[in-house]
């Protein structure tokens, strides 16, 4: 959860009411935030144990109390002071919510001869299409006309911008926030891709200098100069694109580069009135939460509050002859939707009774008014409406502050919250349910328990994997797996259709330790297989998950015979009895025990050529393959699983260099 820190006299200011510290809490308790401390400047230095400052300097810090506040990650309009205080208000019923204005975007007037006045104050973005879509495709804008700051309002507007690159934004690399004073550039703006050393421009990090830097410079400036560090973390985000992102004004002043830096030509000051806000980034529907929060929290400021002018972006193709809009769109949207959802639903998730008529007045509290109720033949199509329940339903008008309400569930907690869930009364539950392990997991748990009394290691391995190592480094054929259509790297391109190659790594990665009586390794996990056929939803996702047992054993001699006791243990585990002809393999080492009716099992050689899915991984006439029957297979014996020396080809390919042996088998089989 993100941290707000804010000043405690300032945040009564702003709510127009005191409290003690209790109080406080107490009110954040019940709005759905956490007071998670009270402190100071002073006193953050004091408990520090790596403080280095002297007794004077902690003296000259200051000690107005802070008060941190933790909040829900995914409501990004309490970041700052003003979305907090305001929420607040509207909550204690002291002000109604907001309402956002958008006006259009102003009409050009005549430019004066030397490009002062008015002429400014005019902007559209255009938006290089065919550069800018190898690296930050996406850019929206806003202006904030007249607005006023002081030193703290100026503070929070900075401190906002950082929480959401932070969130949100995701270290910038989703989005990245750039605001510049419109009175100090001349419109219209450009958004373009260029070549770094034909950026020139002087960055805000050196603005007192006026040092201006090409891009390439500059980010090689910024990875190596302790100075700036804070901004180390996202020179890498561009800095081997053959292309840097660049926001321009008509004269050719570099506004910014995100997401690394803005310009220091139209740098924000406390003089500024005139605000410009452009958010790039790879995620569209990102960008516009980003700017509507931006806009949301400061147009308060503007002389006319809770008012923004929009800016027109025009995606322009500049392939053919000449410049061609192929996209327009007028930003910031500021939309509200509506959303409903049943009364009864809303009242049986919470557990309350709460009439439809005061529903709708608690969600005025929670900034999701202005609400109604629907009779139910109105909203019997409606999408959002999950139950089929008869019954009122409540439609409520989500601001454009409110990204992180998706479904009637999210109505459901905001008006709980409203209600008070202090107000709750206890109930019993009028049903009474005693919950127990998956037979299949409680299998898998009890099998952990002993495979290691045995002398086996477990490991836990990663559930993506290369196709070289799930299939070419174990000679099997490249056959259907699910495959992540941008994996990270190379590493995790498929998900496992065997836990081989995991344990496998795990071997090549200890090579270290002592194999002299053996190093024996197991894991206990899922694979994912293709599945047209056969699934477990009602939804076709063509692939299934699989619970598979697989150990391996490596030492001076391969073990074959010591995996081959792990698969009879097993079985005997199950209570799955071997079949008459394979115990008379067996001579007198059988020991009968007692096992399911019905259910059998035998271990057959894996010939060479058979099972053509696996048999290329182990050592020819050294492998076998478990087979079963049961009442399931209808006294079939089916392949559940083989086990063998594996061939050496396959151990140069995980730099293994000792002999080993593995089984795997399918742990579904044996329920």
Same mark, same amino acid.
């Given at each position: 959860?993100?941290?707000?820190?804010?000043?405690?006299?300032?945040?009564?200011?702003?709510?127009?009411?005191?409290?003690?510290?209790?109080?406080?809490?107490?009110?954040?308790?019940?709005?759905?935030?956490?007071?998670?401390?009270?402190?100071?400047?002073?006193?953050?230095?004091?408990?520090?144990?790596?403080?280095?400052?002297?007794?004077?300097?902690?003296?000259?810090?200051?000690?107005?109390?802070?008060?941190?506040?933790?909040?829900?990650?995914?409501?990004? $309009?309490?970041?700052?002071?003003?979305?907090?205080?305001?929420?607040?208000?509207?909550?204690?019923?002291?002000?109604?919510?907001?309402?956002?204005?958008?006006?259009?975007?102003?009409?050009?007037?005549?430019?004066?001869?030397?490009?002062?006045?008015?002429?400014?104050?005019?902007?559209? +973005?255009?938006?290089?299409?065919?550069?800018? $879509?190898?690296?930050? /495709?996406?850019?929206?804008?806003?202006?904030?006309?007249?607005?006023?700051? $002081? #030193?703290?309002?100026?503070?929070?507007?900075?401190?906002?911008?950082?929480?959401?690159?932070?969130?949100?934004?995701?270290?910038?690399?989703?989005?990245?926030?750039?605001?510049?004073?419109?009175?100090?550039?001349?419109?219209?703006?450009?958004?373009?891709?260029?070549?770094?050393?034909?950026?020139?421009?002087?960055?805000?990090? =050196?603005?007192?200098?006026?040092?201006? @830097?090409?891009?390439?410079?500059?980010?090689?400036?910024?990875?190596?100069?302790? &100075?700036?560090?804070?901004?180390?973390?996202?020179?890498?985000?561009?800095?081997?694109?053959?292309?840097?992102?660049?926001?321009?004004?008509?004269?050719?002043?570099?506004?910014?580069?995100?997401?690394?830096?803005?310009?220091?030509?139209?740098?924000?000051?406390?003089?500024?009135?005139?605000?410009?806000?452009?958010?790039?980034?790879?995620?569209?529907?990102?960008?516009?939460?980003?700017?509507?929060?931006?806009? &949301?929290?400061?147009?308060?400021?503007?002389?006319?509050?809770?008012?923004?002018?929009?800016?027109?972006?025009?995606?322009?193709?500049?392939?053919?002859?000449?410049?061609?809009?192929?996209?327009?769109?007028?930003?910031?949207? +500021?939309?509200?939707?509506? %959303?409903?959802?049943?009364?009864? @639903?809303?009242?049986?998730?919470?557990?309350?009774?709460?009439?439809?008529?005061?529903?709708?007045?608690?969600?005025?509290?929670?900034?999701?008014?202005?609400?109604?109720?629907?009779?139910?033949?109105?909203?019997?199509?409606?999408?959002?409406?999950?139950?089929?329940?008869?019954?009122?339903?409540?439609?409520?008008?989500?601001?454009?502050?409110?990204?992180?309400?998706? =479904?009637?569930?999210?109505?459901?907690?905001?008006?709980?919250?409203?209600?008070?869930?202090?107000?709750?009364?206890?109930?019993?539950?009028?049903?009474?349910?005693?919950?127990?392990?998956?037979?299949?997991?409680?299998?898998?748990?009890?099998?952990?328990?002993?495979?290691?009394?045995?002398?086996?290691?477990?490991?836990?391995?990663?559930?993506?994997?290369?196709?070289?190592?799930?299939?070419? &480094?174990?000679?099997?054929?490249?056959?259907?797996?699910?495959?992540?259509?941008?994996?990270?790297?190379?590493?995790?391109?498929?998900?496992?259709?065997?836990?081989?190659?995991?344990?496998?790594?795990?071997?090549?990665?200890?090579?270290?330790?002592?194999? &002299?009586?053996?190093?024996?390794?197991?894991?206990?996990?899922?694979?994912?297989? /293709?599945?047209?056929?056969?699934?477990?939803?009602?939804?076709?996702?063509?692939?299934?998950?699989?619970?598979?047992?697989?150990?391996?054993?490596?030492?001076?001699?391969?073990?074959?015979?010591?995996? =081959?006791?792990?698969?009879?243990?097993? %079985?005997?585990?199950? #209570?799955?009895?071997?079949?008459?002809?394979?115990?008379?393999?067996?001579?007198?080492?059988?020991?009968?025990?007692?096992?399911?009716?019905?259910?059998?099992?035998?271990?057959?050689?894996?010939?060479?050529?058979?099972?053509? $899915?696996?048999?290329?991984?182990?050592?020819?006439?050294?492998?076998?393959?478990?087979?079963?029957?049961?009442?399931?297979?209808?006294?079939?014996?089916?392949?559940?699983?083989?086990?063998?020396?594996?061939?050496?080809?396959?151990?140069?390919?995980?730099?293994? +260099?000792?002999?080993?042996?593995?089984?795997?088998?399918?742990?579904?089989?044996?329920?």
């Amino acid at each position: 959860m993100p941290t707000v820190s804010v000043s405690r006299d300032r945040l009564f200011a702003h709510i127009g009411r005191s409290y003690t510290d209790d109080e406080f809490d107490e009110l954040c308790f019940e709005f759905g935030i956490e007071l998670d401390d009270v402190t100071s400047e002073r006193a953050e230095v004091t408990k520090s144990e790596t403080c280095r400052l002297t007794e004077e300097q902690i003296l000259a810090l200051s000690d107005e109390v802070v008060y941190k506040i933790d909040v829900p990650a995914n409501r990004y $309009d309490l970041l700052c002071i003003e979305g907090i205080s305001r929420s607040l208000r509207v909550f204690l019923g002291d002000m109604d919510a907001p309402v956002y204005r958008v006006s259009s975007p102003s009409p050009p007037p005549p430019a004066a001869a030397d490009g002062d006045g008015d002429a400014r104050r005019t902007a559209t +973005m255009t938006v290089i299409k065919s550069n800018v $879509d190898t690296v930050r /495709p996406y850019v929206v804008c806003a202006i904030l006309r007249d607005v006023v700051f $002081d #030193e703290h309002r100026y503070e929070s507007f900075i401190e906002l911008q950082d929480h959401l690159h932070r969130n949100v934004c995701r270290g910038r690399t989703l989005v990245a926030i750039g605001t510049h004073d419109l009175d100090a550039v001349v419109g219209p703006f450009v958004y373009d891709a260029r070549i770094p050393e034909t950026i020139n421009f002087v960055p805000l990090t =050196h603005a007192s200098v006026g040092r201006p @830097f090409d891009g390439r410079e500059l980010l090689e400036h910024y990875e190596t100069d302790p &100075a700036c560090k804070h901004l180390r973390p996202y020179v890498s985000i561009i800095k081997d694109s053959t292309k840097y992102p660049v926001v321009s004004d008509s004269l050719g002043n570099v506004l910014s580069l995100p997401p690394i830096i803005n310009g220091a030509r139209s740098r924000i000051t406390l003089g500024t009135r005139n605000v410009f806000i452009e958010c790039t980034g790879t995620d569209l529907t990102k960008a516009n939460i980003v700017l509507d929060t931006v806009v &949301a929290m400061f147009s308060e400021y503007a002389a006319s509050p809770f008012s923004v002018e929009s800016v027109v972006v025009n995606y322009v193709d500049t392939a053919g002859e000449g410049a061609v809009i192929v996209e327009s769109h007028v930003t910031p949207s +500021m939309l509200t939707r509506k %959303m409903t959802a049943s009364v009864e @639903f809303v009242n049986s998730l919470i557990g309350i009774n709460v009439g439809p008529d005061e529903m709708a007045n608690l969600c005025n509290r929670i900034q999701l008014g202005p609400a109604r109720i629907l009779p139910p033949s109105i909203a019997a199509n409606d999408d959002d409406d999950d139950d089929d329940d008869d019954g009122p339903v409540l439609e409520v008008t989500v601001p454009p502050t409110r990204s992180d309400i998706l =479904h009637a569930v999210d109505v459901a907690e905001d008006v709980g919250i409203a209600y008070g869930y202090n107000k709750v009364v206890r109930t019993v539950p009028q049903t009474c349910t005693v919950g127990r392990e998956q037979p299949l997991n409680q299998l898998g748990d009890l099998l952990r328990e002993e495979i290691s009394r045995a002398g086996y290691v477990e490991v836990l391995t990663h559930g993506l994997s290369s196709r070289r190592d799930n299939f070419s &480094a174990l000679r099997r054929q490249v056959t259907a797996a699910v495959s992540l259509s941008n994996p990270a790297n190379v590493e995790y391109e498929v998900v496992r259709t065997t836990l081989l190659p995991g344990l496998l790594k795990c071997l090549q990665h200890n090579r270290s330790s002592s194999f &002299a009586s053996g190093f024996k390794l197991f894991e206990i996990s899922d694979v994912v297989l /293709p599945d047209d056929v056969h699934v477990d939803t009602e939804t076709v996702v063509g692939a299934r998950n699989t619970r598979r047992v697989c150990a391996t054993y490596s030492g001076r001699t391969s073990g074959f015979e010591v995996i =081959h006791g792990l698969v009879d243990r097993i %079985m005997a585990l199950c #209570e799955v009895s071997p079949t008459e002809e394979y115990v008379g393999t067996s001579g007198t080492a059988h020991v009968k025990v007692h096992c399911r009716e019905g259910w059998y099992y035998e271990i057959r050689e894996l010939k060479e050529g058979g099972n053509d $899915d696996v048999g290329g991984t182990y050592f020819p006439g050294r492998a076998a393959e478990i087979l079963l029957s049961s009442p399931k297979t209808g006294g079939e014996m089916i392949v559940m699983g083989t086990f063998g020396i594996l061939h050496p080809e396959v151990l140069g390919n995980f730099d293994i +260099m000792y002999p080993t042996s593995a089984v795997e088998l399918s742990l579904d089989r044996l329920l």
